[in-house]
């Protein structure tokens, strides 16, 4: 497999990446599953990068139906360090208006159908979650937001619901008063499966409207999210190319570097020796 430094995957209205060189596609499978799409490498403000379209080419993938952890696991095979993740969202808040984009740096589960973890089948593990995305993307989406121009918000907490319907008015008004900013359907899973790959990450939040809440703004349709979706896309282009451009080379101030260090609670010498082969590429230098 190709090598790159930097992973980029792409929501709803992203489906490549503009501007790559070098552009190299592979169809891989993994010890679980196949990803979302062919990972697309090249080059990119002179960093290798690999591309994922998180729904597949043509969105044909449901966010309950994404295979996660394959696609964090493509990931760390293809030796990626960091992850700029993108995604449109809902706003609970009136600050936070269609095409604005917000950078969060908390979660809330509200999922109930999915794997959320590469543990299990013989070993125990724990990562540390309390800050769950790393503030070096995070600064490095920022950066780059301002250096492109567009109104970003550093911080706030992401809904992650279970869809693929939207909201009732009444759970957006209790996330609302929750306090929380914007709601998806795709990064909680994401961001715990690359924390326990040790790679950071972090998402850019593409806001495409203001959700059921909102009293004078009509409920949302899918016309409307994609409409926006697609006009965001062009901005997160943008955002992300200036992003490989900004991002750090040495990453090891970032505490998902050595996330898994500590994690695993089973004694080594009792994990079977097919579970240990199937995690050789995230943990083998733990066993």
Excluded at 190 to 198: D, G, I, S, T, V
Aim: charge should be negative; proline fraction near 4%.
């Amino acid at each position: 497999m190709a090598q790159a430094e930097i992973g980029i995957i792409g929501g709803s209205g992203l489906y490549g990446m503009a501007g790559l060189t070098d552009v190299h596609e592979e169809k891989i499978s993994t010890p679980f599953g196949d990803p979302s799409d062919p990972l697309v490498f090249g080059t990119l403000e002179g960093r290798k990068v690999v591309f994922l379209a998180r729904h597949g080419k043509g969105h044909r993938i449901l966010p309950s139906e994404l295979n996660f952890r394959a696609n964090i696991y493509a990931m760390k095979a293809a030796g990626v360090k960091s992850i700029l993740s993108i995604s449109a969202v809902g706003s609970l808040k009136e600050e936070h208006k269609p095409t604005d984009f917000v950078v969060p740096d908390q979660f809330i589960d509200r999922t109930f159908a999915r794997n959320a973890t590469f543990f299990g089948e013989g070993v125990v593990g724990h990562v540390a979650f309390g800050d769950p995305v790393c503030h070096i993307v995070v600064d490095t989406f920022v950066k780059a937001c301002e250096e492109v121009g567009l109104v970003v918000k550093r911080g706030g907490t992401y809904v992650c619901m279970e869809g693929p319907q939207f909201s009732t008015r009444a759970e957006s008004n209790l996330y609302r008063s929750w306090g929380a900013d914007i709601i998806g359907m795709t990064n909680l899973q994401e961001a715990k499966l690359a924390r326990e790959a040790e790679i950071s990450y972090a998402t850019l939040a593409m806001v495409t409207d203001y959700d059921c809440w909102y009293e004078g703004h009509d409920d949302v349709t899918v016309e409307q999210v994609i409409a926006v979706a697609h006009q965001n896309a062009a901005n997160a282009q943008n955002v992300v190319k200036a992003a490989v451009r900004l991002m750090p080379t040495d990453l090891s101030a970032s505490p998902a570097q050595s996330a898994a260090k500590f994690a695993i609670m089973t004694d080594k010498s009792t994990i079977p020796a097919e579970t240990k082969k199937k995690l050789d590429v995230l943990f083998g230098k733990y066993f």
